[in-house]
Antibody, heavy 121, light 107 residues
């Protein structure tokens, strides 16, 4: 069974840092592109970042570029999101998401349960 | 960035009703359009990919159509477990943008 389990969320002051982890099981992480998506409480979904299979290519939303860094350890089947210089507007539930293969439209076929990041003084 | 506009933002319907949700892209996206269902406190769940393909395990009362810029999600006969928020998403280009969501509520 495919599972994605996020951890590392919590309360942090503006300007602080946090590292999220996403532990994958039931599939080989190294075979899939992976993404982070966030959702403000009670609001819509916002794509944050993506990483290709071997970690050689990353892309970020303009709102987090230069502050967030996605990485992966395929040997540990784990995806990470390092978040620096956090702002109040980064407060959200962060989801780790797998991009499906072979479906023709690259949907997000598996999502973690999400981890809440709260940035507040 | 490609903007995704969903309508309506919310709707009220009864069990057994046929429900239609629209999604419009700000530019051509071929059939690179996916639909997700989200229930309160839960992660989104993939329903439809490539505009009209049903994800494994999703009931056949859900269907999708469209191409280019205009897309539709249809629930043929609304069931109690279908009351949720539905999001469209384009996967034609980065960033992978989502629609604002349509909340389906009980009438």
């Amino acid at each position: 069974e495919v599972q994605l389990v996020e951890s590392g969320g919590g309360l942090v002051h503006p300007g602080g840092s946090l590292r999220l982890s996403c532990s994958a099981s039931g599939f080989t992480l190294s075979s899939y592109w992976m993404h982070w998506v966030r959702q403000d409480p009670g609001k819509g979904l916002v794509w944050v970042s993506r990483m290709n299979t071997d970690g050689s290519s990353t892309t970020y939303a303009d709102s987090v570029k230069g502050r967030f860094t996605v990485s992966r350890d395929n040997a540990k089947n784990t995806l990470y999101l390092q978040m620096n210089s956090l702002r109040v507007e980064d407060t959200a539930v962060y989801y780790c998401v797998r991009e499906g293969r072979g479906s023709g439209s690259y949907p997000f076929d598996y999502w973690g349960q999400g981890t809440l990041v709260t940035v507040s003084s | 960035d490609i903007q995704m506009t969903q309508s309506p933002p919310s709707l009220s319907a009864s069990v057994g009703d046929r429900v239609t949700i629209s999604c419009r892209a700000s530019q051509y996206i071929s059939k690179f359009l996916n639909w997700y269902q989200q229930k309160p406190g839960r992660a989104p769940n993939l329903l439809i990919y490539a505009a009209s393909s049903l994800q494994s395990g999703v009931p056949s009362r859900f269907s999708g159509s469209g191409s280019g810029t205009d897309f539709t999600l249809t629930i043929s006969s609304l069931q109690p477990e279908d009351f949720a928020t539905y999001f469209c998403q384009q996967s034609y280009s980065a960033p992978r943008t989502f629609g604002g969501g349509t909340k389906v509520e009980i009438k």
